[in-house]
Every structure is written in C-alpha cells, then in structure tokens.
C-alpha cells in the first residue's frame, strides 16, 4: 500500500471512513424501519428501530478484503483506489464500535437506552479506533526496532514481521479494539524501517508469503459464506428486506460519496470529479465482515436474526459477484482515468524531486504554511530521532527514489544486454546509455565488487553475490549513493531566525549544505562568468583529484586540504559565511560522530567539504587507481582558477568516465591493504578527528597522495569507512570522511557546541592559510 | 470586509493583473501583503536581495534558479505584477478553465503547458530553448549531496538526457521535455492549494 498516497489523501479517507460510515448506518437503519413501518417487511421479522440500526451498521461497512480483490484487478488510477481501499480500512472501527453500541442497546432493550449510553458510544468510537492505531504504532515500533538488530539472523526477518504484525491484530482484539486499524498501523508505521532493515530476500519472501496467505484467508472467508448460504437452517428469507436492503445501500451510499466529496471538493487540490464518484459509489462492496457479524448476533436478543443472516447473505453475494464483474466494465466504459504502470523513468524521478523543490520554494516565497510544511516537519523529525533508532546504520544511509530508479533502469539495461547476446566482459562500447564506457567491468571478482558496492551501498552481501555482473554493481552502488544523496525537499526551521544557530539536525545540515553551495554560487555570479566556469569545473577537479588518489589517506587529505583552499580564492565574505554555516555544520557533524549516523551528505560545510564529501563517497566507491594528476599544488590548484583553465578540468573528467585499467592492479592491491589495515573501528575518529586542524590547511595539498603513515588520522578515517563498506558492514563510513572534513574547516572544535564567534575565528584565520598557500 | 476593499484599491493594476493571472480577488490580495512584507524598504519592487531574505529560500537546492526566475529577461527588479505573474504558474488548474479554452485568449498562465515551461526554464539557463547535458548535471549537482561522485552524476545526467532526447541533439528540447513527463500529474505536482 502506497503510504505517501494514503497520508495525502487521509483527509478524504477519513472523512468518508467515518462520517461516510456512520451515514450509511443510520439511513440504511432508519429506511429500513421505515420500510418496516410500511408493511413492506413481513412482520415475523419482528425488529424494532434498534435492531434495524444494528444491522445497518453491520451491512453498511465497506469491506476491504473485496475492495482490494476487485480493485487490484481494475487498476483504476491511484488516487481512486486509495481512497477506496483506505476507507474500507478505517471504516473498521466505526463499524466495530456501532455495532457494539447498537448490540449492547438491543440487549439491554430499547427503553433503557439512556443520554449517557449514545454518549458513552461516541467516546468509545474515540478510544476503540485511536487505541486500535496506538496498539498498532507499539507494534511497528517493536518491529522496526526488533529488525535493525537481525542482521545476523536473517532468516528470522519474515518470521518477526509475521508474529508482530499478527500480535498486534491479536493484542487489539483481546483490549476489544479495533483490530484491522491496529494492524493497519503496524504496517503503515514500520514499512519505511522494516524495509530498509531487512534484507532483499526476506523482503520477498514476506511479500509473497503474505499475498498467498491472504488469498487462502479470503477464499476460505467466501468458501463459509457459500455454504452458509446453502445451509438453510442458518437464515429465512424476506423478500421485502431483503430487496429494500440491497436498493437503500446502494442508493445511500450513492447519496453518501456524492455529499461528502461535494463538501471534500472545497478543500482538495485535485478535486474528485463525478465519475470517481460514480466508481466510489459502485466499488463499495460488503464482505466478510458482515457476514461475520452478522453471524454473532444472539438470537435470543435479535429475533429477527435469521432473516438478518439471510439479508447480510445476499447483499454480500450481490455486491462482491454482480457489481464486482461489472465494475471493470463499467470503468472502462467511463473511461476512468487508470492507473498508468508505467516504468519508471530517471527523468521522472528527477523532475518530480525537482518540483517538490519548486513547489517548496514557492510555497517559502509566498509564505505558506500547507501541507506540506508540515510533511517536512514530520520528515524532519523522522529523520532526525525515528530513523536513526529504528534503522539500521547502513540503511540508514541509502535512502532514495532516483536512485531506486537508477538502479532498476541500470539492472534492466544490463540484463537486456546480457540477454541479446552481448558479453558484457567484453564491451568496450556499450551502448547503454547511461554507462560511461568502463574497462572495470572485466573485474568481477568479489573484492572488486565489494570494493565497488563499498561505496557505502548497503548492499547485502547476499545480494552482491547474485547480481550478475560487476556493472550492476557499480550501478547499483552509485545508485544508492544518489540516493541517499539526493536533497530531500524542503525544511522548515524551527528557528529561522540566525543562520547561525541552527540545532543540530541532519536535515539542517543538509539545509547548510545547499545553503553553503547557494551562497557559493551567488558570490560566483558577483565574479566573472570565467571564474564560475573555472570554478565548477575545478570542483569536479579537484574532486576526482582527490579522489584519485590510490589510498584513501591521502585522499581524505586532499580533500580536507581543499577545501580550505577554494574557501581562500572567494570573497571574504563569503568565507565568513561558510564559515559560519560550517560551524552550524560541524556542530551538527559532532551528533552525527556515530557511526550510526549515516547520513551522508550532512555537514558538509562548504561545498568544497561537499567535493570532499563527493571525494570521500567515491573513495568508498573505488579507492581505485584512477591516474591522478600529480597532485596539485597550491599554486596549481590556484591557476585554475584565477586564470580559468578549463583543461584541467576537461583532463580530469575524461580521467574520471575511464577507469584505466592498468593501475587497477595497484590501486586494488592498495585498496585491498588499505581495507585490512585500516579495520580500526570508527571510533578512533574521535581523537584522529580534533588532529586534523592543524593538517588540512596547508599541508594537505602537497602531501597529496603517498603519506598513509604521515596523517594517521586520515588513515583511520578514511579506512574505516572503506573497511566497512568493503565489509558491507553496517556502520557509517560516510560519516567519517565527512566528520574528518569538518573538523579540519571547523579548526579544534571539540564536540560540542562551538560558539559561532570563535568558529567564525577558527575559520577565518583558516581561510587566510589557504589564501597564502 | 471594509479594510480589504480599501486594500485592494492599493494593489496597482489589480484588474490587469487579476486578467492576466487569474488569481481571485482574496489571493491577491493575500499575495499583495506578502509581496509589501518581503519588500524591506518599502521600495514597491522587489529585488534579489529581498527574495533572498527568504530564510528557506537558501537551503532550497533550487532557491537560487527561482529566484532568478522572478527576474526575467535580466532586470533587478521586479514589481507586484511581475511577481503575480511568476506565482500564477502555481494556481491550481481550474477544471472549468481548462474546458472552455477560448482559443482567442492567450493560454492561462497555470495550465499545464505554461507550468512546464517555468519548469523548463529553470533547467534551460542559457535560454537556448534546450536542456543540454551540462545543464542537466548542474541541476542534478544542484539536487544531490556530497557523497555521490562527479562520474556517478555524469552517467546519470547522461541517462537522463538520452532517455528524453528524441531527436539526437544532445539535449532536450521544452517538446521533448514535456513528451517525457507527459505520463506526470504536472497540474498536481505544480499548483499550491492556497493560490487557487
């Protein structure tokens, strides 16, 4: 079930859920007695306005388990669906709690029904549905927490989420709450972090698992209710109610959807138009739960049970057979719209992230306050405090659409290709397109693989085993880098006031990030075009510069040493500025010195610390021997840009789309060894990280690639990071470089707060060191 | 209420613009308060700096190409109807509008074609009418943190553009742009509610 759709549309849901609900039953009660009134309903049913709202509350439930099984094979489109399926979710503890009431009313008889009974009814409408979400939240939580520690056991994963999911079904019915919302909830609420937890293949199996048992259950709900309906001992027919109950729910609920979305119209973006309605209407199918309910009713206090049970038989078998055929017609015939399973395109996800950006921005620019401000703000402190309880670290880390996207489109390309008959070890020029042309697929040995999918992908070693080929895996790692990269739309701060003192949050870290490169680029358009050509060419540059270097050490050294040194070409206020937002960035860098914290592209200062960051993701990737430039000098590195070469840049990325395979030996064994040696836990960041001020400013440029021994600290930086993400190991190793990168700009923070003043300080004096170099 | 007719007869042009944008007399008038409380001094235009004031503007990967986009055609300034025209882009699409499309009148300002060209222009900075790859991975540089490399990005970029690109030029053309989003909700994805 798509959870983003069901949060955005829960106003309707709701709406139609409850108020929807509670209409059905009471007109379909009272029609019903009306009818009764008339002498259309042979008086052996003898039922009193009591009884007929007691069944009206039961028939007028909206099933889920025949919404979903029409629905899926209709395919209307998602909103629809949504809307349906959801309600017939939520419709559950109305239809619970009303048929208690009304229940315990007949039983107690209608003459002593008092005030406080409706009263008592409507606040236990509250408790059974809100408890009912309560039990189900606990038991998500239980059950994202439980998975983030089966990294061991995995073949326990399934196994959790049934027990949980089915414990909180249970744990509802035993506090007589409602049970379908619990485990609604369970799922809604752990999906995001179970998800991420467990492994691929546990994934499936849960998945398939749970389809075939669902079907089972359902057939065996109609399979009861077919022979029930055989067994005529069970019910008693009348034609009468029968045929008026059939005619007032369909008619009622018509009547129900038309009101409600009239009313949900004014408050919509996209407001349900009448044939939505029409299929809404039509689509409200009653199934097993009536049925179920309708076969505990006492006979003692419900005299007129058996023609109820004969009713609930036939109105079930009308809707789920004669309106569940010819609902497909019908949509088709109304030409609603459907739902397009398309394949997913990396244009789309590109573009759709792009307009959450836009439609955030705008909404600032306006000054609104909608839904999604607080969307961002629930992200915000999902990210902040959920996440990193309930995932797993290296999940953590990995977490987007674009590169979900990337991936698939990459793994379907390679597969094509395979299956056309290409070799893929020999292709020299693939003409996919996405590949930039890579002699590195010849390598498909594990280690190169797990060197690849180190990049901080947490990809299971399970999964690297089957993927085919070693492309696949870069793809796949560089997809789970974008992913986790990718800039999630729009926060909000709590505190808008300075940009100085922002808390630390992950997502305001990456709020200083943008910030960081905007206000880089702002400056940039005050310089010459020429300089911001040079300059964002020499980014990628001084990137690929860093991150050829064939250990990781020196790479984490050049990459701390660079930024300081692109901070010193830029006007001084723009230092100050970075640096001040850096301090923002280092400070929340300093929550994030966990390995746990997995977020990637936090605190990153600058956006050279952003290059750096680049560096140190790539680092993971391949600490592969990609031929680097001697590494540059200061002064190189200062010509590129005052002087506005672009071939440095055009050497580099030329660099960068080939993998020359000659180095790869070395750079593999030093990869390799640097992955042994530096299998030093990421705890010794801590103390490796308040020495790196004095390194980065101006040593590191020259120091560029041969000193593993000279910067331990780098080495252990870096190699954790590589460590663990060659050894798929769930701890942060992006953290590291990242940490390690701040620390050197933010000058000798100790972790804790830094008092913007002495930062900008620190960073200042920095800066000037680098202007010198 | 009193105060907010009186208001509105300080919005300059409020006829012309409400033709020319279609906002109703509430929005724009809840736009023209907005517009006077982002303009500090009081100047009756907005310029950059202003908009740069936006608190979350800044850390928006993309606040700085919308900014830019409120000033077209390289002025430094821009004034309430400037700044009503760029918002329209945003109205959500009227149902009944997008019926009677009266092909005398120029399209609305938020129909779906003029959403994607705001969309476009954003991408396009050279306003070449084409996104070229280069531009396609300044955006994506834009879009994404630190942790994913520069190569990583290129081969995406590349992707992306290929995947668009129709007719073999390299980049992608506003026909061929929409084409590749044709299967996208833009009139959701593009509206805020609030503007209707």
């Known amino acids: 079930m798509p959870s983003r759709l069901f949060f955005d549309n829960l106003g309707a849901i709701l709406t139609y859920a409850v108020v929807g609900t509670l209409w059905n039953a009471f007109t379909t009660g009272v029609a019903l007695w009306g009818l009764q009134q008339a002498g259309l309903v042979a008086p052996r049913v003898q039922a009193g306005l009591l009884d007929f709202l007691l069944f009206g509350s039961l028939i007028s439930a909206v099933d889920p388990v025949a919404v979903l099984a029409v629905f899926e094979e209709v395919h209307v489109n998602e909103t629809l669906f949504i809307i349906v399926f959801g309600e017939s979710l939520l419709n559950d503890a109305v239809t619970v709690v009303l048929y208690k009431v009304c229940n315990s009313f007949v039983e107690m ?73 619990a485990v609604t909830m369970c799922g809604l609420g752990c999906k995001k972090y179970v998800e991420a937890n467990i492994s691929h293949k546990s994934r499936t199996a849960v998945k398939y698992t749970m389809k075939t048992l669902a079907s089972c259950a359902e057939t065996v709900i109609f399979m009861l209710l077919g022979i029930s309906a055989v067994d005529s001992s069970k019910w008693a027919w009348d034609s009468g109610l029968v045929l008026g109950t059939l005619f007032f729910i369909l008619f009622f609920r018509a009547l129900g959807v038309v009101l409600q979305t009239w009313v949900l119209n004014q408050f919509r973006l996209v407001p349900l138009d009448k044939i939505d309605q029409v299929v809404m209407s039509y689509g409200g199918l009653r199934g097993a739960v009536a049925f179920a309910l309708v076969i505990l009713l006492d006979r003692t206090k419900v005299p007129a049970k058996d023609y109820f049970v004969a009713t609930t038989i036939v109105v079930v078998f009308f809707t789920v057979i004669v309106q569940g055929l010819t609902i497909k017609p019908l949509v088709k015939w109304l030409k609603v719209k459907r739902s397009e399973h398309h394949k997913p395109t990396l244009n789309q996800e590109l573009h759709e992230h792009t307009f959450d950006h836009i439609l955030a921005a705008v909404e600032d620019v306006v000054g609104h306050h909608g839904y999604h401000y607080w969307r961002d703000r629930w992200e ?31 793994i379907r390309d390679a597969i094509s290709f395979v299956d056309q008959g290409g070799h893929i070890l020999s292709s020299a020029g693939l003409t996919l397109p996405s590949m930039p042309s890579r002699n590195s697929v010849a390598e498909t040995s594990v280690t190169n693989l797990l060197r690849e999918s180190g990049s901080g992908a947490c990809l299971d070693l399970q999964v690297i085993d089957t993927v085919r080929s070693g492309r696949d895996r870069e793809d796949a790692a560089m997809h789970h880098l974008l992913c986790g990269g990718l800039y999630k739309p729009r926060r909000r701060y709590k505190a808008s006031c300075g940009r100085h003192f922002i808390s630390e949050d992950a997502q305001e870290r990456q709020d200083k990030e943008v910030f960081q490169q905007n206000m880089k680029r702002r400056l940039e358009s005050f310089k010459s075009t020429k300089h911001n050509i040079c300059f964002t060419k020499s980014k990628p540059r001084l990137r690929k510069a860093g991150h050829k270097k064939k250990d990781g050490v020196a790479n984490a050294e050049a990459t701390n040493g660079k930024p300081p040194r692109d901070l010193g ?45 680049k560096v140190s993701g790539s680092l993971e990737v391949c600490p592969s021997p990609r031929i680097i430039p001697p590494s540059p000098t200061c002064a190189e590195k200062e010509l590129p840009w005052k002087s506005g070469q672009g071939d440095l840049a055009v050497y580099v990325s030329s660099e960068t789309t080939k993998i020359v395979p000659v180095d790869m030996q070395t750079g593999w064994n030093q990869s390799i060894s640097s992955l042994e040696s530096l299998a030093s836990p990421p705890c010794t960041q801590a103390p490796t990280l308040t020495r790196l001020p004095p390194h980065p400013l101006g040593i590191e440029e020259p120091q560029v690639p041969p000193d593993l021994s000279s910067d331990p600290r780098s080495s252990f930086a870096f190699p954790p990071s590589l460590a663990k993400a060659g050894r798929s190991r769930s701890e942060s190793s992006a953290d590291i470089p990242q940490q390690q990168e701040l620390q050197p700009l933010m000058g000798h923070k100790d972790h804790t707060h830094l008092s913007p003043g002495t930062a900008n300080s620190h960073w200042c004096i920095q800066f000037n060191r680098g202007s010198r170099l | 209420m009193g105060s907010r007719s009186s208001h509105a007869a300080l919005i300059p042009d409020a006829d012309h613009i409400r033709r020319e944008t279609g906002f109703s007399q509430a929005s724009l008038l809840r736009l023209y308060h907005r517009f006077r409380a982002l303009d500090r001094n009081q100047k009756g235009y907005l310029s950059r700096v202003d908009l740069q004031q936006i608190g979350a503007l800044a850390v928006n990967p993309l606040g700085d190409r919308i900014i830019d986009s409120f000033f077209p055609d390289g002025s430094q300034r821009v004034d309430f109807s400037g700044f009503a025209r760029v918002l329209a882009h945003f109205r959500p699409v009227d149902e009944e509008d997008s019926r009677i499309q009266d092909l005398k009148q120029p399209e609305p300002l938020n129909s779906r074609m003029n959403k994607l060209r705001f969309a476009f222009q954003l991408y396009d900075l050279d306003r070449d009418g084409k996104i070229s790859r280069n531009e396609m991975l300044q955006v994506l540089r834009l879009m994404v943190g630190v942790q994913v490399t520069e190569e990583q990005l290129e081969s995406i970029a590349d992707r992306t553009v290929q995947e668009a690109d129709e007719d073999g030029d390299g980049a992608v053309s506003f026909l061929e742009f929409t084409k590749s989003l044709e299967k996208m909700n833009i009139e959701q994805k593009m509206s805020i509610r609030i503007l209707k």
Do not use: H
């Open chain 1, 109 to 181: 008889g209608s003459a002593n029904v008092q005030a406080t009974d409706y009263l008592k009814g409507i606040a236990s409408l509250f408790v059974v549905s809100l408890g009912g979400a309560a039990v189900g939240l606990v038991f998500a939580f239980l059950l994202a927490l439980t998975t983030r520690f089966t990294k061991r056991v995995r073949i326990i994963e399934p196994l959790l989420v049934f027990l949980l999911a089915y414990a909180a079904y249970l744990t509802a019915e035993m506090a007589s709450l409602s049970a379908i919302l």
């Open chain 1, 380 to 410: 915000q402190f999902d990210k902040k405090y959920l996440s990193q309880l309930l995932m797993r670290r290296s999940a953590y880390r990995i977490r987007d659409q674009i590169w979900d996207v990337y991936y698939r489109l990459n």
């Open chain 1, 569 to 613: 070409f830029q006007d001084t206020a723009a230092v100050i500025l970075t640096v001040e937002s850096e301090e923002e960035e280092s400070d929340s860098s300093e929550t994030e010195k966990e390995d746990d914290e997995g977020i990637i592209f936090v605190a990153r200062a600058t956006s050279e610390v952003l290059q750096e960051g």
